[in-house]
């Protein structure tokens, strides 16, 4: 098994596939009217008509819905997984309806050897020379939705899972100027933060597991590597991507450490601390780590986790 694409996961997608399988629904259609500006859109259910043109991908309408400029949030799943595994595994459409924004969990491309994957950093997870130009195809996905629907400019948001988090960070990098906010599940920033010219500050949440195996929470060198690399370049450790982050958004004061931790594991006894970068930080940017003691690659997450992430997000708008 690749090991980006953990037993773990696998245990978690099936166990939430089965629940989700005794649902009657996932919503209800509204009038051609509903609060779409005669376009006829789906409330409380997924859009039928796709977006992505040869990439299709079905965006999620909330029953709140009404025409009224909306957040959008795009989730980006992990190397070798898809968007609907991602999607059951973080409960994400059922926090978007709960939230009332917009949702699509896209999927990315498949390499030489049959796993589907986001040309994100050079870290992550381009392993075959692939060339598709996944920064184009998300950016112009947010501008196709935005014609169907009232997408908030200062609103959009990305979530991502391993190879997904290293792509949030790429679309922070060189989207800065549309994307005001992103989580990063199991990710890291680039190694060279050169590569990085957000033109606009962008607020992250970087969540990691502190025993990840496959990501490591401390970074790597690179593939081959004697510190555990896996990935096909260096990347930077948990600390580095928040500092890297915080100097991107002007940060001028050092993290607060002295918060208290976040309930976001299913496992009382992983306690997930926080260091944020906040203070000083421009246009209202927030920079947060939340590490989660013990958990590896795949966290268990408790209900509560995406609900929380959802308000870093929302709570962080374009000014």
């Known amino acids: 098994m690749n090991p980006l694409r953990?037993?773990?996961?696998?245990?978690?997608?099936?166990?939430?596939?089965?629940?989700?399988?005794?649902?009657?629904?996932?919503?209800?259609?509204?009038?051609?009217?509903?609060?779409?500006?005669?376009?006829?859109?789906?409330?409380?259910?997924?859009?039928?008509?796709?977006?992505?043109?040869?990439?299709?991908?079905?965006?999620?309408?909330?029953?709140?819905?009404?025409?009224?400029?909306?957040?959008?949030?795009?989730?980006?799943?992990?190397?070798?997984?898809?968007?609907?595994?991602?999607?059951?595994?973080?409960?994400?459409?059922?926090?978007?309806?709960?939230?009332?924004?917009?949702?699509?969990?896209?999927?990315?491309?498949?390499?030489?050897?049959?796993?589907?994957?986001?040309?994100?950093?050079?870290?992550?997870?381009?392993?075959?020379?692939?060339?598709?130009?996944?920064?184009?195809?998300?950016?112009?996905?947010?501008?196709?939705i935005g014609t169907r629907y009232a997408v908030d400019p200062k609103r959009v948001y990305f979530v991502g899972h391993s190879n997904g988090a290293f792509m949030a960070h790429r679309m922070a990098c060189d989207h800065g100027e549309t994307v005001a906010a992103i989580v990063s599940i199991a990710g890291a920033m680039w190694e060279d933060t050169s590569k990085c010219p957000a033109s606009q500050p962008v607020s992250v949440l970087d969540v990691h597991g502190t025993a990840d195996t496959t990501v490591s929470y401390t970074g790597a060198d690179g593939f081959p590597a004697g510190d555990g690399g896996i990935l096909g370049a260096p990347y930077p450790g948990e600390s580095t991507t928040v500092a890297d982050w915080a100097a991107v958004d002007g940060c001028t004061t050092p993290p607060d450490t002295s918060l208290p931790p976040v309930a976001v594991d299913s496992n009382p006894g992983d306690t997930t601390s926080v260091t944020q970068y906040a203070a000083g930080c421009r246009s209202g940017t927030e920079v947060d780590l939340w590490s989660i003691a013990n958990e590896g690659h795949v966290p268990g997450f408790s209900t509560t986790f995406l609900p929380t992430a959802f308000d870093f997000l929302l709570a962080h708008p374009k000014p």
């Open 6 to 144: 953990p037993l773990a996961l696998v245990a978690a997608l099936a166990l939430a596939a089965s629940a989700c399988s005794s649902s009657s629904s996932h919503g209800a259609s509204a009038p051609a009217d509903a609060g779409d500006e005669g376009n006829g859109a789906v409330l409380g259910d997924y859009d039928p008509v796709p977006f992505g043109g040869s990439r299709p991908v079905k965006l999620y309408v909330p029953s709140g819905y009404t025409g009224a400029p909306t957040p959008l949030v795009i989730l980006l799943h992990g190397y070798s997984a898809n968007g609907a595994e991602e999607d059951i595994y973080l409960g994400a459409r059922e926090t978007a309806e709960a939230k009332s924004v917009l949702y699509a969990h896209p999927d990315g491309t498949t390499d030489a050897v049959g796993n589907e994957y986001w040309n994100a950093t050079d870290a992550c997870c381009n392993f075959y020379g692939g060339t598709v130009d996944d920064v184009g195809y998300l950016a112009a996905l947010v501008q196709e």
